[in-house]
């Protein structure tokens, strides 16, 4: 892991989004934790995917970021939206989304969130189950349906387990059932997991999709997912080789009969438009040998770091004193649980001079942070945003 993050480091010195961030924060001196958000950085992100992969729609996963702010931008933008609640319909709506615009995009949903999302204008839905398929026939009559399509494939640093989706051959079934029912069958979506790491993920889900189209059901469409990475410690492929592993995968299972697609990236688009500045509260060891100093800084598991839950994200960290001798920590966040520690596994070196009152930035944190950081736990406040960029859209 110190390889990769050393690696990382220079990667970062070459390509530094967060430069304007830190500017602001410097300036404003804004009470810590807090993340900061650069809009423009959202709006090249997108730019960047919908040049990479050009015929494919872009539905942002509000659930990586719900900021309105950022809604609001890529509203502005043409982008669509995936949402997984009546809540997040409201937010996209309230920000100036089309309904039409707007994906349900989660297959775990109540009879009356359907009826809601249905008499709100939203008209595209995900299905994977046949009381989805019944619920779906009475509550949103005519809509759009797609079903999502279970595909395990390593690579996934956060990955979904088989929580989503189902076998291709039930796939076939429920979209048959779907379109008895008077239901516009479009197709098949699959999520190959977040931040995947493996381009050649998605030839799994694009020769599911393409099974499923083999059985005779038409799909027209095929919704590629999320899973676009975003630069923690690890390099991860150019997004280019994302398109190109998408483009051979589609030649080979569909060729000329190319369907409609669409992505829904959450990470990618939001991911290294954040910055999150905390402090550090307290620096100790657990005895005078301890080789290792605990470093606990005020922002942690429960106010935005819950992609360190198993250690599955290994952010990026930066202090005033890097450069200078190091030695070995274990991070760990403010509050009194035992398992809000950050990093005791992965092989983490702070400064040697940091001390309690010091910043600790946090680059690429725009994504699953302030989204997951929602109560009070412990008395610690929610994760503050702020937005820097262009505001004016
Ligand atoms: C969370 C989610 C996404 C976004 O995934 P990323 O890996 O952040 O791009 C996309 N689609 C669905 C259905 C999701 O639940």
Redesign the pocket.
Known sequence: MSESLATAVAAETTNDPSARIRHFLDTHRPSTPCLVLDLDVVGQNYRRLRAALPDARIFY?V??NPHPEVVRLLVGLGACF?V?STGEIDLCLAQGAAPETISY?NTIKKAADIAYAHARGVRLFVLDSAQDVAHLAEHAPGASVFCRVLVEADGARTPFGKKFGCAPEMAVELLREAGERGLDVRGVSF?VG??HVDPSAWELGIARAAQVAAAGVPVGLVNL????PSTYTEAVPALTEYAAAVERALERHFGAARPELII?????LVGDAGMIRSEVVLVSRKSVEDTHRWVYLDVGRYNGMAECEGEAIAYRLRTAHDGGPDGPVVIAGPTCDGDDVLYQRTAYRLPLALAAGDHVDIPCTG?YTASYSSVSFNGFPPLTTHVIGAKQI
């Open positions: 996963a659930k990586a995936d997984a995009g999520h977040s931040q997912g999320g899973g676009f829904e990236p959450g990470r990618a994504a």
